[in-house]
T-cell receptor, first 113, second 116 residues
Framework: KAGVTQTPRYLIKTRGQQVTLSCSPISGHRSVSWYQQTPGQGLQFLFEYFSETQRNKGNFPGRFSGRQFSNSRSEMNVSTLELGDSALYLC????????????FGSGTRLTVV | AQSVTQLDSQVPVFEEAPVELRCNYSSSVSVYLFWYVQYPNQGLQLLLKYLSGSTLVKGINGFEAEFNKSQTSFHLRKPSVHISDTAEYFCAVSEGSGGSNYKLTFGKGTLLTVNP
């Protein structure tokens, strides 16, 4: 079956712009999570959605937001980009939560210049 | 709050040697434990998970891990490594109930380098 699909794979944006990243989960998975990966901070949890509801949110500023659609596809948005937002953004899906195991996508590499 | 410590940032080994990647966690409640592997320019792949039951968990690619509640550890082992096992390995924890069940807290990662 198809895995978790993230688009685009690579993105270059200018400081101050906004960006939207997309994630299509595995068919039947209703939980979608987002993580930020940087060399300095490692993997950090952004937020998790289940059936269009945000169930948990990490310690990121309000510039980071997300949503989930009725088909479980998810998007995350970062407004007013800063240089420090350059990172690999990973999406993961699960049937219902961590206990079922998360399957990760290949990520979107965002570079802010 | 839960936290994960991976004791070694880099582990170099020779091909066909055994390896152990160490992971300790801190949590005040019951936890789920995971090991993920990340190859260059890719996402994370689940190697194995511990939810409950037998403390010895077997995963893919010949890896196994043992949950030790008294030592709050979840070390990953493989009896004989291959060049293709070269990758970064992440230990992760999720609290077994409540809102924290919906997020993974990761360690900083261990870079395993297998040399010929």
């Amino acid at each position: 079956k198809a895995g978790v699909t993230q688009t685009p794979r690579y993105l270059i944006k200018t400081r101050g712009q906004q960006v939207t990243l997309s994630c299509s989960p595995i068919s039947g998975h209703r939980s979608v999570s987002w993580y930020q990966q940087t060399p300095g901070q490692g993997l950090q949890f952004l937020f998790e959605y289940f059936s269009e509801t945000q169930r948990n949110k990490g310690n990121f500023p309000g510039r980071f937001s997300g949503r989930q659609f009725s088909n479980s596809r998810s998007e995350m948005n970062v407004s007013t980009l800063e240089l420090g937002d350059s990172a690999l953004y990973l999406c993961a899906s699960s049937l219902a939560g961590a206990g079922y195991g998360y399957t990760f996508g290949s990520g979107t590499r965002l570079t802010v210049v | 709050a839960q936290s994960v410590t991976q004791l070694d940032s880099q582990v170099p080994v020779f091909e066909e040697a055994p390896v152990e990647l160490r992971c300790n966690y801190s949590s005040s409640v019951s936890v789920y434990l995971f090991w993920y592997v990340q190859y260059p320019n890719q996402g994370l792949q689940l190697l194995l998970k511990y939810l409950s039951g037998s403390t010895l968990v077997k995963g893919i690619n010949g890896f196994e891990a043992e949950f030790n509640k008294s030592q709050t550890s979840f070390h990953l082992r493989k009896p004989s490594v291959h060049i293709s096992d070269t990758a970064e390995y992440f230990c992760a924890v999720s609290e077994g109930s409540g809102g924290s069940n919906y997020k993974l807290t990761f360690g900083k990662g261990t870079l395993l380098t297998v040399n010929p």
